[in-house]
């Protein structure tokens, strides 16, 4: 098994080491000073999560290497509360979907055992990953098959296996090996039980008496290894901190500071930031984005790929890199281009990613100007300012945009013996109907302003002949074009409040209700490091809260939107406003 | 209206939460002298299939003024021409919201497939009627259902287990070569058949995972105990599979194993003859899958409830096209939202043709079938779930008389799933919650 912590990858990623130790001391100071005294119910339920698509190929890349092919054996998720992740403690397992991950894990093992083809060039993955070698090749080996289910059980189960199940395992390899003639055929038909064994699968919190409050609980030291794993990681934990959740060292102060410094330190680290911010923003909806080739001929599947590449990379050098304030994300110049997107941004590009940098007179600035947010939120041939502003309000702003009414006419859009040109002209109907009048208050006069790019993306200045008015407001602050929007996004203070709670219901694995009372002491840590994610991180990985179980509500599959009654609250104030 | 026949009652089980009685098949249910059986005199199995469009019709052109036999067609519904003797029309049925709000494109399926309206978006429509029928009729299978999509997004499912699980659906066709003639295909009419060993070996190794999924429900809370359960069932499931492989399969006249080459371009695009494309490649595939028995239960979803498929050159995807287009004075309806339902159309008719073409036993494939087709809305410009269209293809074994136009004088719209069920097997007083409760067959369609 390898370690990609260790070793070349880790050469690789001096930035990102570098710069979460120049803000290690701060935190350091942060997390011992910090008032120890928490709310009561700060805490959350212990969950049972189904392991992600994405986190299951991390976990057999990080455990048998990246050549290994992992398939798509993961049915989508729904969103919840604006996150897939939430999803993935209320989903069953399926037959159909049981099928999947039995053909994944057969597809896994035999690479994983594969003797390789000199023929084709291809190495043998086995002497690799199995960490000896049996006796005679042809017949059942109990000590080398022990060693390697024991090696490989802990890091997919996430704990030390019982030597009851060590010795259940090794009889089966025996009996399959026997059977076939073939040691390592044996030893495949174990790991490919593993695979699809609840306890890999399934990500349990796992829970013990909590010796700091009588008659309550918290997780075990292996389940917090898990939560702090996958959060910080998207993929299991390495050896390293299981040893620390075995030893106990994961609740003592400093053997949880130590770990989790040493994973914010972690090339693993970028998975993590990754994986969160590719479900907040909503990007897995590129797996099934089109735009109309006649309308937008430059615009080709490999320009939409590239477009939600762009922004993860700008969001792993702005936030991890750089450790550069969160809300800047909305305001940077600083981007990446690559052939693919160059057409789009009128631009030559070399091959690969380049650091680029937007002029200040192309009209964009920060991630909303980016080709992801505006191709992912228009129509195939056409933009649209109502599924932007609606976006950058659900997305950024955790507030909900309720959906139209079912009897509305939308036919005055497309009137055909009109005079109305632009979308600001053509809305301007909704907007003085009543009952449309209230949520399009609160979408266009955002979505508006973006309207100075179309569906794929490209600047443009005028729409059918006629100039594009971009000016609008965002609660209150007016802005002139598509830069101000992103500035007053930047300054809303529902931008970092919004990231608090998705990051801490992400980390939970569950919706998070509103009045939680962590969520007030993230936002003011948050807001006192300078919206720095990483210090979020850690301010989360690090607190009581993160491993602390409370019980949770009494009907949790009805608790699919606990938030709701709160966010149409927030529409009712923000209708207000307008 | 004719009466249910008599069933011997031999299992008796749970269905959301209300008892059912699920009865055996009789022969004479699929043997009417039709020649439906195979050679050596057992009955073939009737399969069950569900196919949907999205976006409802443009009425003025789709209704055919002529009940009954030899329906005339207008020009929406004229692909119908060369299938009408195997389709049912079925007309002016509502779906019932009650309490419940009108969720846009959402109230009118989830009333027809699950028998309930749903009060909130988020409101899962627990299980759907094929998974219903999958439980009756599937033991012995490879598959218990197959969910295919045309929009080449797998997220385009109407098939759900139950409130939390969602049957993800097949997106493109190489996926679905794959599962269908992939790994673990065994060709029931191969001459030699020689069970995989590996398949022994993992059946046994597969106990453990089994006690370790029990261990697990036992330590876990209460609502996580119902998604444990189902993961151990699923184990189950996939030990029977396991045994399924290792037993010679019955010889299947109509199977016809296809090549890879059909599927092995992708096809990308979300316009309407990639869908098109996508969608005749993977019916294709999909009669095959049913000829060769890997699964007696298929959902085919052609475009979604907020169809998205586009026309080459017009600016407004299908679903867009039924809000913002405005009605055509002089035709009476909406141009393009028309033009998007005459393709749907198109390829229902595709999609019955091509079960109809295999033969099987003294018939065809689509003899031995029954097809339910749906829609979300009727007129989808002010999302109005009044006077729903359904669709039916096949004869189901003889049980149901096909070519037919139905007038469903506002009655409810779960009269379909209702009669669907009792000619699937499935034996329940009735179907649906509150006005969409039914026990009342569409009895002129029934054999």
Same mark, same amino acid.
């Given at each position: ?62 455990? /048998? ?8 054996? /993961? ?17 069953? #397992? ?141 993929? #299991? ?74 922004? &993860? ?33 009128? #631009? ?38 109502? &599924? ?7 997305? /950024? ?148 809260? /993160? ?32 | ?20 009685? +699920? ?8 043997? !009417? ?52 003797? *195997? ?14 709000? !009108? ?27 094929? $998974?219903? $029928? ?13 969910? $295919? ?59 453990? $995972? ?36 290792? =037993? ?25 003859? *990639? ?34 498929? =586009?026309? !080459? ?6 679903? =867009? ?70 669709? =039916? ?29 009792? +000619?699937?097997?499935?034996? +329940? ?19």
């Amino acid at each position: 098994m390898r370690d990609s912590s260790q070793g070349e990858e880790a050469r690789r990623w001096p930035l990102i080491a570098g710069g979460v130790a120049a803000v290690a001391a701060l935190a350091t100071v942060i997390f011992l000073t910090r008032e120890p005294s928490l709310p009561p119910n700060a805490g959350s339920p212990a969950r049972v999560r189904l392991m992600t698509g994405t986190q299951f190929a991390n976990s057999i890349h990080y455990m /048998f290497g990246p050549s290994i092919d992992v398939g798509s054996a /993961f049915a989508p998720l729904q969103r919840v509360d604006g996150l897939l992740a939430l999803n993935a403690s209320q989903v069953s #397992v399926t037959m159909g979907q049981m099928q999947d991950f039995q053909r994944a894990a057969v597809s896994i093992a035999s690479q994983v055992m594969s003797d390789g083809n000199l023929d084709r060039g291809v190495p043998s993955h086995r002497d690799a990953l199995v960490p000896c070698k049996p006796a005679v090749a042809t017949q059942p080996d109990d000590e080398c098959a022990a060693t390697f289910v024991r090696q490989a059980g802990r890091l997919l189960f996430r704990r030390p296996l019982s030597d009851q199940k060590v010795a259940e395992l090794v009889g089966n390899a025996h009996e399959a090996a026997a059977s076939l003639n073939d040691f390592y055929g044996g030893l495949q038909v174990v790991l490919e039980s593993m695979l699809i064994n609840p306890q890999f699968l399934l990500i349990e919190d796992t829970t013990e008496p909590d010796p700091e409050r009588p008659g309550q609980r918290r997780l075990d030291g292996y389940a917090l290894a898990s939560r702090l794993s996958f959060l910080l990681w998207n993929s #299991v934990p390495d050896e390293q901190l299981l040893d620390a959740a075995e030893k106990g060292e994961l609740y003592t102060k400093s053997g949880r500071k130590r770990e989790v410094e040493r994973m914010l330190a972690s090339p693993r680290l970028e998975s993590g930031v990754r994986a969160f911010f590719d479900d907040m923003f909503g990007f897995d909806h590129f797996d099934s984005l089109t735009k109309d080739p006649q309308q937008y001929p430059t615009i080709t599947g490999a320009t939409l790929q590239d477009a939600r590449e762009q922004t &993860l990379r700008t969001v792993v050098e702005h936030l991890l890199h750089k450790n550069a304030d969160y809300r800047d994300l909305f305001t940077t110049r600083s981007t990446f281009i690559s052939r693919a997107l160059g057409p789009v941004y009128h #631009v030559g590009a070399a091959p690969g990613w380049t650091p680029y940098e937007l002029p200040a007179d192309s009209g964009r600035a920060g991630i909303l100007t980016h080709v992801s947010f505006l191709t992912l939120h228009a129509h195939p041939a056409r933009s649209s300012a109502t &599924l932007r502003g609606k976006a950058l309000r659900e997305v /950024f702003l955790c507030q909900k945009v309720p959906p139209p009414p079912p009897d509305v006419d939308f036919s005055a859009v497309e009137d055909p013996d009109s005079s109305l040109k632009t979308a600001r002209e053509k809305l301007e109907v909704h907007r003085s109907n009543p009952s449309c009048a209230g949520c399009h208050k609160i979408t266009d006069p955002i979505g508006l302003t973006l309207e100075g790019f179309d569906g794929a993306g490209q600047f443009r200045t005028t729409e059918n002949g006629a100039t594009i008015d971009t000016s609008g407001d965002l609660d209150g602050q007016p802005f002139k074009d598509a830069v101000g929007l992103g500035e007053a996004l930047r300054n809303s203070p529902a931008l970092p409040t919004c990231l608090v709670k998705q990051v801490y219901s992400y980390a939970t694995g569950g919706p998070v209700n509103n009045r939680d009372p962590m969520l007030k002491v993230f936002e003011r840590d948050f807001a006192e490091s300078g919206y720095r994610v990483v210090d979020l991180l850690r301010e989360i990985a690090l607190s009581e809260a /993160f491993s602390r179980i409370v019980p949770g509500p009494a009907v949790p599959s009805k608790a699919l939107d606990p938030a709701a009654p709160t966010e149409e609250i927030e529409i009712e104030l923000l209708t207000a406003l307008h | 209206m004719k009466r249910p026949i008599t069933r011997r009652r031999v299992l008796r089980g749970m269905l959301d939460g209300a008892a059912v009685s +699920v009865a055996l098949p009789l022969l004479d249910c699929f043997l !009417n002298g039709n020649g439906t059986a195979l050679a050596d005199g057992k009955p073939l199995p009737v399969r069950f299939g569900t196919w949907s469009w999205g976006c409802g019709m443009s009425k003025s052109i789709f209704v055919p003024k002529k009940l009954g036999a030899d329906y005339d067609l207008p020009e929406e519904i004229v692909s119908f021409k060369p299938v009408r003797q *195997h389709i049912n029309l079925l007309t002016n049925f509502n779906g019932f919201r009650d309490a419940a709000p !009108n969720l846009c494109h959402y109230t009118g399926w989830v009333i027809q497939r699950a028998g309930s309206p749903p009060m909130t978006n988020l409101d899962r429509p627990g299980q759907t009627i094929d $998974v219903t $029928v999958a439980r009756r009729i599937s033991a012995g299978t490879r598959y218990q259902s197959l969910s $295919v999509t045309a929009t080449s997004d797998e997220r385009d499912t109407l098939s759900y287990e139950n409130a939390t699980t969602v049957n993800t659906a097949i997106a493109s066709p190489l996926a679905l070569y794959e599962k269908l003639f992939g790994a673990g295909f065994q060709d029931p009419n191969a001459p030699d058949f020689k069970p995989d060993p590996m398949t022994m070996v993992r059946k046994s190794a597969l106990s453990g $995972v089994l006690e370790d999924a029990k261990k697990m429900q036992a330590s876990v809370g209460a609502a996580d105990k119902q998604r444990l359960d189902q993961y151990f069932s699923s184990l189950r499931d996939l030990e029977r599979q396991f045994e399924l492989q290792v =037993t010679r399969p019955e010889p299947r006249e109509a199977c016809v194993v296809p090549t890879k080459k059909s599927v092995e371009q992708a096809i990308t695009g979300i316009d309407a003859e *990639h869908v098109a494309a996508r969608h005749k490649i993977m019916t294709d595939l999909l009669v095959m899958a049913v000829a060769c028995d890997q699964t007696r239960v298929f959902n085919m979803l052609y475009s979604k409830p907020f169809s998205g498929t =586009t026309k !080459n050159g017009y600016d407004k995807p299908h679903h =867009t096209a039924t809000h913002e287009e405005p009605i055509d004075e002089r035709l009476g309806y909406q141009p393009n939202a028309s033009w998007f339902t005459r393709r749907a159309m198109e390829n229902w008719a595709y999609f019955v043709e091509a079960f109809s073409k295999v033969k099987e036993g003294d018939g065809t494939l689509l003899d031995n079938m029954l097809i339910y087709g749906t829609t979300d809305q009727s007129f989808a410009k002010i999302h109005s779930i009044d006077g729903l269209p359904m669709l =039916t293809a096949g004869r189901a074994g003889g049980r149901m008389k096909t070519g037919l136009h139905i007038d469903g004088k506002g009655s409810a719209s779960t009269r379909m799933g209702y009669t669907a069920l009792k +000619v699937m097997g499935v034996d +329940v007083p009735s179907w649906g919650t509150q006005s969409n409760s039914t026990s009342q067959e569409i009895g002129e369609i029934l054999a």
